[in-house]
């Protein structure tokens, strides 16, 4: 913790504030359950996405792997509610609390102790065999739990490998195996609610809703994405109307469109905002008369007007 503590305080969180709000929760489990006696912790691989949404109209835009598909913060709690009641039956007298990622519990920590995966220097847990495309989930209980031989941590393979720094093109990732959010194409086009400087505008390329550039190139990463049936490429025509759905459609339009998916974390404006970008940085000139309308409808997004004029 002392770690963590010492990279929200040096700033990377950016404007993430709840991430130094909650430091006290996640330095102490039985914050969140004063009964907390043991932590069980889970790895959901999702490189083939077990709940995909394949209708969807941002599918056709460059987006994170992890968002292709229904929010996993629904589908996995459901999971975990499954098990509870499973082992409620078993353990009637015992206490139970699902976290998937919305609760402060320092969940990497925690797998790596369990043997899940290393550190790697994307600061994303990589695993030997399934890579790191994968999202983690944990049940605290009041069982105790004790090992008759304790987890192991897995080694660390990362060696001299710096391909995951090399690639980044904002070089957010950190020596000490952490990221610098302020410059992490992720947090600028899904967390941020504000416009990116110009330089990160740039470096966004095609990146739709965040990034996964510094897993693509991962070589632990190399074997589970060959295993993939390769994707058929969006037409430029295809990507052009999901662009000009952001842009156009109202807020209500775009909640009732993506119920259920990650995107909405961005919000309405996050996705208007990227839209503009992505559209700029692939110049497709015939969405201009489209972005300068989105811009004058929505006030929030007029520092974006200069920018889009000079490079479209």
């Not at 899940?116 to 990589?126: A, P």
Request: hydrophobic share 35%; with cysteine.
């Amino acid at each position: 913790m002392a770690f963590y503590r010492q990279w929200v305080e040096q700033g990377y969180h950016a404007s993430m504030s709840y991430l130094k709000e909650h430091l006290d929760w996640k330095e102490n489990p039985q914050s969140l359950m004063s009964k907390a006696r043991s932590i069980i912790v889970f790895r959901y691989p999702y490189l083939k996405h077990p709940h995909p949404n394949p209708d969807n109209v941002h599918l056709k835009l460059t987006i994170a792997r992890y968002a292709q598909g229904k929010d996993y913060h629904l589908w996995i709690k459901d999971d975990l509610n499954k098990l509870i009641q499973y082992l409620k039956h078993h353990f009637p007298t015992e206490h139970f609390l699902p976290c998937v990622d919305s609760h402060p519990v320092c969940e990497r920590d925690y797998a790596y102790q369990a043997g899940l995966g290393w550190f790697g220097k994307n600061s994303c847990l990589i695993h030997p065999n399934e890579g790191s495309f994968f999202f983690l989930a944990e049940i605290l209980t009041s069982i105790d739990v004790t090992e008759k031989s304790p987890l192991t941590p897995i080694h660390d393979f990362c060696g001299k490998c710096t391909r995951c720094i090399t690639a980044c093109p904002t070089q957010a990732i950190l020596p000490n195996r952490t990221i610098d959010s302020r410059r992490c194409l992720s947090y600028w086009n899904i967390e941020a609610q504000e416009i990116p400087p110009d330089t990160i505008k740039e470096q966004m390329g095609p990146w739709f809703f965040g990034c996964d550039i510094c897993q693509e190139v991962c070589p632990w990463n190399a074997k589970p994405l060959s295993q993939l049936q390769k994707a058929q490429s969006s037409s430029m025509q295809e990507v052009e109307e999901s662009l000009l759905f952001f842009l156009t459609a109202s807020n209500k339009s775009i909640i009732k469109t993506l119920e259920g998916t990650p995107l909405l974390r961005a919000r309405p404006f996050g996705l208007r905002r990227n839209a503009i970008i992505v559209a700029v940085n692939l110049k497709l000139h015939q969405l201009k008369p489209a972005i300068m309308q989105c811009i004058k409808k929505h006030p929030r997004l007029k520092p974006l007007e200069v920018w889009a004029e000079t490079h479209l």
